[in-house]
């Protein structure tokens, strides 16, 4: 099976989830999560229709946009845990950014967005670990409103919405994750202040879109499991 054709499954798929929840399969982008994946295969997804890509280690985010950098119509998705000494290479090189999760991260890309001199702000979302898992990264709940604040402060960030990571594994606590994440957005300022909800992958990606998300991040089910 071609990633073409694992595309186009997962595209099917969205399709049912929203129509099954009552909603446009429109309101909903799919994320390629394309991690340890050649440049070669990203072009082939583009092929397919693919223009949104996901990268989750900044050194491999920079090499990918270089090599692929012929492909203007690429947007570029930060989704893994971001530090603050690699702010610089997702300011240069991402379009938008899923995990930023403390003030501190928020205070260093902001800067570095600046410095870039991108002519525009940066899209930010608010990764938030709902399940207080210790070995993930994000937010608390208690510190969401405190990291909101944090990227309201910078001239170079537009906060645009919230992201986490569900256990994995379980549908059923996935479900509990993405429910959770709705409802902090409803505490704070609902979808007017945050519209985006970035949660669900290849195996939760209906439950997420029954759930409410707006991006779903997709891996395994388009390019393959991982030799």
């Known amino acids: 099976m071609t990633i073409g054709d694992r595309l186009a499954q997962v595209r099917t798929r969205i399709e049912r989830a929203a129509l099954a929840a009552g909603r446009s399969a429109a309101e909903v982008e799919l994320v390629a999560v394309s991690k340890t994946r050649s440049p070669d295969e990203l072009r082939e997804a583009f092929r397919a229709g693919q223009r949104a890509f996901g990268e989750n280690y ?3 985010l920079a090499a990918k946009a270089e090599a692929l950098k012929d492909i203007v119509e690429i947007e570029w998705h930060f989704v893994g845990h971001l530090q603050t000494n690699k702010a610089k290479i997702a300011a240069k090189y991402a379009d938008i950014v899923h995990t930023l999760d403390s003030a501190a991260v928020a205070r260093a890309l902001g800067r570095r967005v600046m410095h870039e001199g991108r002519g525009r702000e940066m899209p930010v979302l608010i990764e938030v670990n709902v399940r207080g898992e210790p070995q993930k990264a994000g937010a608390t709940p208690g510190e969401l409103a405190e990291v ?6 910078q001239e170079g960030l537009s906060l645009r919405g919230l992201m986490t990571m569900p256990p994995s594994g379980d549908v059923d606590e996935a479900r ?6 709705s409802l902090l957005r409803n505490l704070h300022g609902g979808r007017t202040i945050l519209p985006e909800l970035s949660m669900g992958m290849s195996q939760d990606l209906e439950v997420a879109i029954a759930c409410g998300a707006t991006i779903v991040r997709v891996g395994t089910a388009i390019f393959g499991p991982r030799e």
């Open 176 to 181: 509990r994750a993405f429910e959770t994440l």
């Open 58 to 60: 900044a050194q491999e």
């Open 148 to 153: 909101m604040d944090a990227v309201r402060s």
